[in-house]
């Protein structure tokens, strides 16, 4: 060893076994990137790179954004495509304010209530037809392109296009979660034989002679590149009023599905106003339901009255406080989160800092909560998702979500078209009366959230943590690991995670908690914790897996832009 080096190392303070070797932080897996111009993080690699190839050609934060979704729809079909669903949150530096786009999709206007409790269903199948909603992704691009895009659509996804046809090599976890859905989802018509490969019956993980494309392997999609090709020639009608349109019609009346043309031609995406609360002189913004981003915001209001700092992250108050909050959170959520267009959710009450005083005096510091009621309607999570955001040199910053929801949606994939429909109808409640009791023509419960900070009225944070029910709480882990524990961003991405499961859901049978529910804890939090925890009542179980997906960029104040991407993920920060 270099003598200076040895010296510094020396000079450092001892840290834990899992603390970075160099810096002696205890929860950062590589350091944060620094760009002067712009930057682009999302769950590949070579998406990254697409988004920072569209701007380095003139393209805007949204054109990248475009580009690389497009690209992620390809490379990680185990979370998103052009079957799902996208929100987003624009930081426009001309008019600066944000702007929210809801690109959810309805449910089939033939297919009714009546029809489930006809088959005697009590909730909604995970796959197959009876699951699948309009799929909104491409009108939310050409709507964000509409308004902020300075590249034609077909130059944004010319990328996605070429390696749809020429291949490009699968990263390790895409892997895992492909092979893992192939066994489920290969009775389904048109999957077998558009995303899987041939295998020897004695290959593990060998289906009927198909399997998933193995880590390192090259994946083409040339029924994907057409699809593109089309959208790229034909804009947005291509997909929803064209011959697209039509195959999918045809598809799923030949499958015992409902999805027909007329859905999809009278589909339209929406901008919404992003709703906001106050951290600690921070504003974080989120979209209104049908989504649940307001989650977040309760949570935070419900903390923001603690010395989190003085706790200390990992403690047994940190970890208490956060979840007895969020299962105050989620009866609300569980409650009145729903399409606006069928239910008036109160947001203004459920975000303002009056009602959760009200509702914080609910909270223990002894005893965790085995059930909790809503606060404001008397009566009354499996899901695989990409996040990425991006951020031009003019100033404009990107957080963008886009899902299939449950892993590799529905299983149902329309032969020739390369892409898999999203399973997102099986968020609502077969239930009359409740707000998200399923009906024609309506969108169901969301998960999938983007997120957005701002600090004295300038851009600070866009950010995101996909991953189902999770997402809500990462969103409200990241902020304290930032304001509260001082964390940088990379680190408070790669600090271990919190979940806690079990609540009353929105979807489903919407079982109301009794028990208080499970709570996950990642590793790397002490035993301490854990006994202190158990002591409170909590129950507490160890799950590898579930603690979402994490990328973020915030601004830097000496000029520029820092990024941070997942560790938990095959995804890259990067910038120019």
Known sequence: MRPLIAALLLALPLASPAADRITGKPFATRSEVYAPHAMAATSHPLATQVALDVMKAGGSAVDAAIAANAALGLMEPTGNGVGGDLFAIVWDPKTRKLHGYNGSGRSPKALTLAEFQRRGLQAIPAHGPL???????????????????????ADNLAPAIGYARDGHPVHEVIAYYWGRSVPTLSKWPGFSEQFTVPCGAKETGCTNGRRGPRTGETWKNPHLAATLGAIARGGRDAFYKGDIARRIDAYFKAHDGFLAYDDLAAHKGEWVEPVSTNYRGFDVWELPPNGQGIAALQILNLLEPYDLKAYGFGSPEHVHLFTEAKKLAFADRAASYADPDYYRTPVATLVSKAYARERGKLISMERAMKAAEPGVIPQLNEGDTIYMTVADADGMMVSLIQSNYRGMGSGMAPPGLGFIFQDRGEQFVLKEGHPNAFAPGKRPFHTIIP???????KPWLSYGVMGGAMQPQGHVQILLNLIDFGMNLQEAGDAPRI??????????????????????????????????????????????????????????????????????????????
């Open 131 to 153: 699951p699948v909603t309009v799929p909104g992704t491409v009108d939310a691009w050409f709507a964000l392109h509409q308004r902020f895009g300075r590249r034609s659509m």
């Open 451 to 457: 997120a957005f900070v701002t600090k004295d009225g």
């Open 499 to 576: 979940q806690h499961d079990g609540s009353t859901e929105p979807a489903g049978q919407a079982t109301a908690m009794a028990d208080g529910g499970e709570l996950d804890l990642e590793s790397g939090f002490p035993y301490e914790t854990v006994r202190a925890l158990m002591r409170k009542g909590h129950s507490v179980r160890f799950a590898d897996g579930p603690y979402g997906g994490y990328q973020a960029i915030m601004v830097n104040p000496h000029g520029g832009y820092i990024g941070a991407s997942e560790s938990r993920k095959d995804g890259q920060a990067a910038g120019y």
